[in-house]
Structures are given as structure tokens and as C-alpha cells.
Nanobody, 117 residues
Framework: QAQLVESGGGLVPAGGSLRLFCVAQ???????????LSWYRQAPGKQRELVAS???????NYADSVKGRFTISRYSARKTVYLQMNKLQPEDTGVYYC????????WGQGTKVTVSS
């Protein structure tokens, strides 16, 4: 059974940086490579929201609140998607989830990011 495993979250002061990783374990290449990959986040008491996505052609899309600060990238050979987060703000706090948009939806278990003011 394929699964997504996120890592890289933690506690960081405002203005700091983190890099999140998501590895698609036991996912066949023909599923991962053509899929749009995304990062979502869910802040305490709020709904899950899209943070960034990257298509098979590496076209990217970002939430307005993170444009210019976050960068999503993919490394298909390693079935990995990254989220580089710079200039973090307290409102970036939340659980970050990786998503693979394939014939089936795949979600990771989430990695927690806490930004202190």
C-alpha cells in the first residue's frame, strides 16, 4: 500500500526557515510522476487550506499568503516533494500535509510547524 511520509516540521522563531519533505513510499513511478503534488496546512480551529502545488510540468501555484516566501519543488526520481519555507510568520503555524492527486487521493499523516513570535 502506497503511503506519503512527511518530515521536516518543528519549532522555529518568526523570520526563520524550514524545509519540509514528503516521500511517496511504495508508490509506483507511473502513479507519482504524472500527478500534481501539493502541500496543504491546517491551523488550529481552521479548515485545511492549499499552500502550494506543482504539476507534472513543474508549473507551480501558491496561496497568496505564502507567495514570495515558500517554494515547492519535486524530485521524481526519489518520489519526493519539498516545501522550502522562508520568512516564517506565526500565522504559518499548523500541521502541513502532503497530497498526491492521482486516480486515488493520497494524504500523508502531517508534520507540525510552529512559528513563535
Amino acid at each position: 500500500q502506497a503511503q506519503l511520509v512527511e518530515s521536516g516540521g518543528g519549532l522555529v522563531p518568526a523570520g526563520g526557515s524550514l524545509r519540509l519533505f514528503c516521500v511517496a513510499q511504495r508508490m509506483i513511478t507511473s502513479t507519482f510522476n504524472p500527478s500534481t503534488l501539493s502541500w496543504y496546512r491546517q491551523a488550529p480551529g481552521k479548515q485545511r487550506e492549499l499552500v502550494a502545488s506543482i504539476s507534472v510540468s513543474s508549473r507551480t501555484n501558491y496561496a497568496d499568503s505564502v507567495k514570495g516566501r515558500f517554494t515547492i519543488s519535486r524530485y521524481s526520481a526519489r518520489k519526493t516533494v519539498y516545501l522550502q519555507m522562508n520568512k516564517l510568520q506565526p500565522e504559518d503555524t499548523g500541521v502541513y500535509y502532503c497530497h498526491v492527486d492521482a486516480l486515488s487521493d493520497y494524504w500523508g499523516q502531517g508534520t507540525k510547524v510552529t512559528v513563535s513570535s
